[in-house]
C-alpha cells in the first residue's frame, strides 16, 4: 500500500507563491509517474502538472506559474507555484502511479488565493 501526505497548502494573496510537498511511503522511484492534481468545489479533478522519468507536462493554465519536481532522496515531489490568482483555489491532491493502469492519491491539501 503507497501512502501520500501532502503539506504545503495554505492562505496566500493573488500574485504570492507557495511550495506543496508530497511525502510518500518508500521510495518514489518506483513510480512510473508521479503528479498533482485541483479540484475546485463543484467541479471535477483535473491535473495541473505531472513528471516521468521522460520528464514534466502541466496543465496550459499554470505553464510558466507553476514547477514540478522530484527528490528521490526524500522520497518528495513538489510543487513550487508562482504567481497565484484566484482560480487556482482548490485542493491539491498528489497522485502515484506505479504503472499506467494504477493510480494512488493523497489526502488532498486547501490552497486559498483571496483578498
Known amino acids: 500500500q503507497v501512502q501520500l501526505v501532502e503539506s504545503g497548502g495554505g492562505w496566500v494573496q493573488p500574485g504570492g507563491s507557495l511550495t506543496l510537498a508530497c511525502a510518500a511511503s518508500g521510495s518514489i522511484s518506483r513510480f512510473w509517474a508521479m503528479g498533482w492534481y485541483r479540484q475546485a468545489p463543484g467541479k471535477q479533478r483535473d491535473v495541473v502538472a505531472r513528471i516521468t522519468n521522460g520528464g514534466t507536462n502541466y496543465a496550459e493554465s499554470v505553464k510558466g506559474r507553476f514547477t514540478i519536481s522530484r527528490d528521490n532522496a526524500k522520497n518528495t515531489v513538489f510543487l513550487q507555484m508562482n504567481s497565484l490568482n484566484l482560480e487556482d483555489t482548490a485542493v491539491y491532491f498528489c497522485?502515484?502511479?506505479?504503472?499506467?493502469?494504477?493510480?494512488?492519491w493523497g489526502q488532498g491539501t486547501q490552497v486559498t488565493v483571496s483578498q
Open positions: 497522485s502515484a502511479d506505479p504503472n499506467p493502469g494504477l493510480r494512488y
